[in-house]
């Protein structure tokens, strides 16, 4: 089966995934360190994997995207796999200091009561979010995103920074608005993305879109105006410091299993620490998103054949734990949840699970087991430790 997103562009599912792995190994070593950062439009993105709607599910996890590209480009395929480290990083960095992803959500509730009462903001957010700013290629960028779900890296760069600087509108409302329509829509690289452009994750090192640059990097399609020439970043405490992440509680791996697929994990099957559990049911819950929908749908499918049981789909946690019962099991197994909706669903399951007197485990994958204890400071420091990591995942070049 082969579903991609509405864009036909950016797989959702395992096989149009490894099919668009395949297309795009010949391009991911030089070609995609020269090229990866111009931005041809719309239908034109070959120059990068748009891969991030399957990395961020882990349809395809990270060594299966890495592997053939490696294979292929040896050292020439560096710049790719940085940037994959990149989302690591990310991820690593925020289950450090959850407390930035509460922040978030606090000032987002300050500022939905500014809107409620500040005209002249509300109208200047309902600009931007509806593309109606009159800067040429912020209003395209954010019709794009609003059509496809996508946008390039350097266009989310550029937007992000125009939102901050020129508009002069609060980054967590940019923050959520790419939450709210990016396919890959991420909770640690988009908020620490946005706080990496405004000038908070590096402090005081903000990015400037300059129209000039746009203008190149676009091939002439825009010439954007009065962008503001200095960054105004805003105030924001410092970063609490780093505490070890949270540790979940391991599979029982002689104890009658449901397997819960998640967004947070879509290919639990091939893991081989899991291929010796006692698998009774596999079974996903609802997902409001259509994305996330048709990604745990298809890696129910896959899990299920895998491990020769039935596979099910349940409205909420009470009718998981019901099934869970039902099967005869003690336990259920789920990939591990980050800092986000996704621990606060899994909250939500769990207390579900303990009235009924089931143990709820996470499998956490040796790549970020071994990567996110480097992921605390910047992300240089996290980049030093890549051959070493490539190296343990079984990734020589
Ligand atoms: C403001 C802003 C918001 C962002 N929000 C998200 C988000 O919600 N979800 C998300 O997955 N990425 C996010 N990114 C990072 C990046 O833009 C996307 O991962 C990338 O554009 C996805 O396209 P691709 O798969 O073609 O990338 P490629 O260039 O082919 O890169 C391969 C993979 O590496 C990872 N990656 C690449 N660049 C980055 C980066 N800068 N940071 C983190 N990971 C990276 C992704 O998993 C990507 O699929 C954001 C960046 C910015 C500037």
């Known amino acids: 089966m082969t579903i991609c997103s509405p864009a036909l562009d950016f797989p959702v599912t395992r096989d149009a995934a490894r099919m668009r792995l395949t297309q795009f190994v010949p391009h991911a070593g030089s070609a995609y360190a020269s090229g990866r950062n111009a931005d041809h439009g719309p239908g034109r993105h070959d120059a990068v994997s748009r891969l991030s709607a399957a990395l961020r599910r882990r349809t395809l996890s990270e060594v299966e995207v890495l592997r053939p590209i490696i294979a292929a480009h040896g050292p020439a395929a560096d710049a790719f796999a940085s940037e994959v480290f990149w989302r690591t990083y990310f991820k690593g960095w925020l289950e450090a200091r959850p407390l930035v992803w509460h922040g978030w959500l606090a000032a987002l509730d300050r500022i939905d009561a500014r809107l409620v009462e500040d005209d002249t903001l509300s109208a200047r957010h309902l600009a931007a979010i509806r593309g109606e700013t009159g800067i040429d290629c912020f209003d395209h960028w954010i019709g794009e995103l609003a059509t496809t779900g996508y946008l390039h890296n350097w266009a989310r760069m550029q937007v992000a920074s125009i939102w901050i600087f020129t508009l002069g509108l609060p980054w967590e409302l940019g923050a959520r608005h790419f939450l709210q329509t990016l396919h890959d829509a991420d909770p640690a690289s988009n908020t620490l993305s946005w706080r990496w452009v405004a000038g908070l994750h590096t402090r005081g090192k903000a990015y400037l879109a300059e129209a000039g640059r746009i203008t190149r990097m676009t091939g002439g399609r825009f010439s ?76 129910l499918a896959r899990a299920a054949a895998h491990f020769g049981v039935p596979a099910l789909r349940v409205a909420g946690p009470v009718a998981l734990s019901a099934l869970a019962t039902d099967a005869g099991c003690t336990q259920v197994v789920t990939g591990r949840a980050a800092v986000g909706p996704a621990l606060d669903r899994l ?30 400071r910047g992300f240089f420091a996290l980049r030093e430790r890549i051959p070493d990591l490539m190296a343990a995942a079984g990734l020589a070049k």
């Not at 509680?249 to 899991?274: G, K, M, Q, Y």
């Not at 709820?360 to 996110?372: G, K, M, S």
């Open 224 to 299: 954007p105006l009065g962008l503001a020439t200095r960054p105004r970043i805003p105030d924001a405490p410092d970063h609490p410091p780093a505490a070890p992440p949270r540790e979940p509680v391991a599979p029982v791996f002689d104890a009658p299993t449901l397997l819960w697929i998640s967004p947070e994990d879509c290919s639990l099957e091939t893991e081989p620490a899991l291929g010796r559990l006692p698998v009774r049911a596999v079974a996903v819950m609802d997902e409001p998103g259509a994305i996330d929908r048709a990604a745990t749908d298809d890696a």
């Open 347 to 376: 909250i939500a399951v769990r207390g579900a699970l303990r009235r009924d007197g089931l143990a709820l485990a996470e499998h956490v994958r040796v790549w970020d087991r071994n990567a996110w204890p480097h992921a605390t």
